[in-house]
Structures are given as C-alpha cells and as structure tokens.
C-alpha cells in the first residue's frame, strides 16, 4: 500500500448505495472492490500510511481486539488478520445475529463450539476465541490473510477477507502503538457522571484490555497511565481515544500532543509533557 493512500471508501462509478438491516451504517457496492465502509455518518478518523474512517463503536471494537491480539502474546500480523475477518463478517460492528446462528463481531457461531451467544456478544471472549483458534491453524504467518482467515471462520467466501487488507493494516498500525497521534474522534460530552465514576470506568475498560500496568495519578478528574516505552504509551493513547464515549474521556495528553473530544484531534501542548498517559474525563458539575 502506498504511503499516505486513504483506504476508506471511495465511490466510483456504477455503484449502489443500500443499507445493510443489522449493520446500523450505509455501505456502497464498488464494482471491483465488493463491500465497503461508507464514509459517512463517521466520528473517528485512523491514519497511519492510510486512513480509514469509523464511528466510535466501530472504533473502539476495532482497539479491543487488537488490544487482545497483544494480551494472547500474538504477533503483529494475527491483529491484520483478525481485523480484517472482523471488517468482513461484521463491519467491525457488535451484532447480536447474522446468518443462522452466528453473533458478534466475527460471526462465530453456538452451533460451531464458539461459546454461548452472551460469550460471544462479548468483544474480548469473541477476540480472544478467534486468536486461539488462528494459532492452531499451522503455518498461517506465511499465508495470505485471506487464506489465514478462512482456516478460522471457514466462510462461504473464502477470498472475501483479502479486500480489507489494507483498511486492517492501517488500523494495527496506529492502534498498536506504531504511529502517533493516530486515532482522532469527535466526541459529544452527553451526561457528565457522577465524579470518580468516569475514572473508574476509564481504568477497569484498559485492564480488561490490556491486563496490568502502572499508574503513576488518579483521581476524580483524570487517570494517567506509566507506559513502559513510547509505543506502549500510544497504544494506551489511541485506546483511550478509541473508547472515549464509552468512558466519559474529554482529552487524552502524550509525548507533547493532546487530543480533545470537542475539537476532536490531536495538537501541540506544553502540558503534555510528561513520560504518563494522562485521560481527563467529563465530570458532573
């Protein structure tokens, strides 16, 4: 892929626009590409040699598994693979059905041995049981993604995955902690919570992702996070963005940047110039 080429969709000529029942976005048929994201209706924004354009939920499943990619000690390609399985079977969306028995964000189904239809419509069970399932598959680092892919989902469109290669590289990228300032969204502030409550969602939602880590502040009003290394800080960085309406996060501060859910991106600050990752959250009041 192309430095800088942006990877989101792009409508050419002789397409249709429909709306997919279940998807909750509208997706255009590229004649030569199949299926794509729409970009439409987005309030997030990945760039990292690419670009690709999400809503915040789709965003924030999108962080969760490759979060979980690095909790099951996996290589870098298995979080392409995993998300452009996830692209393909639910447009990165957490659905509670699909074809005959199949939920959530990969599609597995209870029939198969997945798991309960409550397991699976949890993001990081469904992640973690598609990560399991791709390291019994021998040889799969040398295999086209696609191919890697089917092994595990075992579809009726084996070659559908490989279209979502590059929008899944972009996203592992930046949501790995490779790129800075990567992931921008444009967050409502909605209902302040109760204070502390916001912090205390702030901190369970990374440790259910991303396991231990140290803090080196907390309190009412914000969370920062000691990262081990610059990448590591990026990628606490880009999830707390990613997860920023789910938690109540209003800026995220780091190696000299800040991102604001009002303005939406990320911009020099000489307050952020700390070694932590600082989230500030919406506060009652």
Sequence with gaps: MSRGRKVTAVVVTAVAAVVVAGFGVVVVRDVLDGLRLAAIDRHCTVKASGEVALDADQTANAATIAAMGVRQEMPERAVVVALATALQESKLKNLPGGDRDSVGLFQQRPSMGWGSPKQIRNPRYAARKFYQGLAKVRGWERM????????????????????????????????????????????????????????????????????????????THAVTVAPGSARHGWRYAHWLVAHAAAHGVRAVSYAGLRWTAERGDWGASPEATGRGVTAEVFTAG
């Excluded at 993604?145 to 084996?158: G, K, L, M, N, Y």
């Excluded at 409550?197 to 231990?212: E, F, K, N, P, Q």
């Design 144 to 219: 086209r993604v696609t191919d890697a892919a089917q092994h595990v989902q075992r579809s009726a469109f084996p070659q559908a995955y490989e279209k979502w290669v590059d929008e899944a590289e972009v996203l592992t990228r930046a949501l790995l902690g490779r790129a800075t300032g990567a992931v921008a969204c444009t967050v409502p502030r909605g209902d302040s919570p109760a204070d502390g409550a916001a912090t205390t969602s702030v901190l369970r939602g990374l440790r259910l992702d991303w396991g231990d880590f140290a803090t080196s502040g907390v309190d």
